[in-house]
């Protein structure tokens, strides 16, 4: 079991850059792929990012493709998600999850963290 902390959410004008952090715990941290969603007020949670285990192969939704990038550093057991060019369309809570499988699109989750809340004013 693979417990996440999300972290580096906060408030930025469109146009502007921010870099989300996801802190795992546990030793199987570099056993799994893991994926960024999001959740907009009044909308469902969507796929953002996702990396493979080995952080050799990425995917992203088409709404952050050239925008977006995710990586991870298996030695901190933590995730990144660096946003640029934000939108005020990409204002959301964001989560991230861990998977065996990858790339997996559908926030099917039964658990999640408490996200961090991204805000992109206009």
């Known amino acids: 079991q693979v417990q996440l902390v999300e972290s580096g959410g906060g408030l930025v004008q469109a146009g502007g850059s921010l870099r989300l952090s996801c802190a795992a715990s546990?030793?199987?941290?570099?056993?799994?792929?893991m994926g960024w969603f999001r959740q907009a007020p009044g909308k469902e949670r969507e796929f953002v990012a996702a990396i493979s285990w080995s952080g050799t192969r990425t995917y992203y939704a088409d709404s952050v493709k050239g925008r977006f990038t995710i990586s991870r550093d298996n030695a901190k057991n933590t995730v990144y998600l660096q946003m640029n060019s934000l939108k005020p369309e990409d204002t959301a809570v964001y989560y991230c999850?861990?998977?065996?499988?990858?790339?997996?699109?559908?926030?099917?989750?039964?658990?999640w963290g408490q996200g961090t809340q991204v805000t992109v004013s206009s």
């Open positions: 546990g030793r199987t941290f570099s056993r799994f792929a």
């Open positions: 999850n861990a998977d065996t499988r990858f790339p997996v699109t559908a926030p099917e989750y039964d658990s």
